[in-house]
């Protein structure tokens, strides 16, 4: 059983910056792919950012060249930071995990960017 708590949301303005981060708790190996996914009101959630302990990553278009995400294998933590934020970025935010053929999900963190 893995579990992902999530910290770093709050209220930035445009062009802004925020960090975000997700512990895991439980069975989760460095060869486990995790990430970051958002769901904004009225929206379907979707993906921001993955990573493996390999280094392969993949972004949303939408987030390219602004979001970084990386890894702390040491601390089963994932960070996701968030530069030149946009409005559109408002969303609550959830980690995930994918360990064993199960998909995990944080409790999400909300993210709020003011114009």
Not at 16 to 28: E, H, M, N, Q, V
Not at 30 to 38: A, T
Not at 92 to 110: K, L, N, P
Request: net charge positive.
């Amino acid at each position: 059983q893995v579990q992902l708590v999530e910290s770093g949301g709050g209220l930035v303005q445009a062009g802004g910056s925020l960090r975000l981060s997700c512990t895991a708790s439980g069975s989760i190996f460095s060869r486990d792919v995790m990430g970051w996914y958002r769901q904004a009101p009225g929206n379907q959630r979707e993906m921001v950012a993955t990573g493996t302990s390999g280094g392969s990553t993949r972004y949303a278009d939408s987030v390219k060249g602004r979001f970084t995400i990386s890894r702390d294998n040491a601390k089963n933590t994932v960070y996701l930071q968030m530069d030149k934020m946009k409005p559109e970025d408002t969303a609550v935010y959830y980690c995930y995990a994918f360990s064993r053929g199960i998909s995990y999900w944080g409790q999400g963190t909300q993210v709020t960017v003011s114009s």
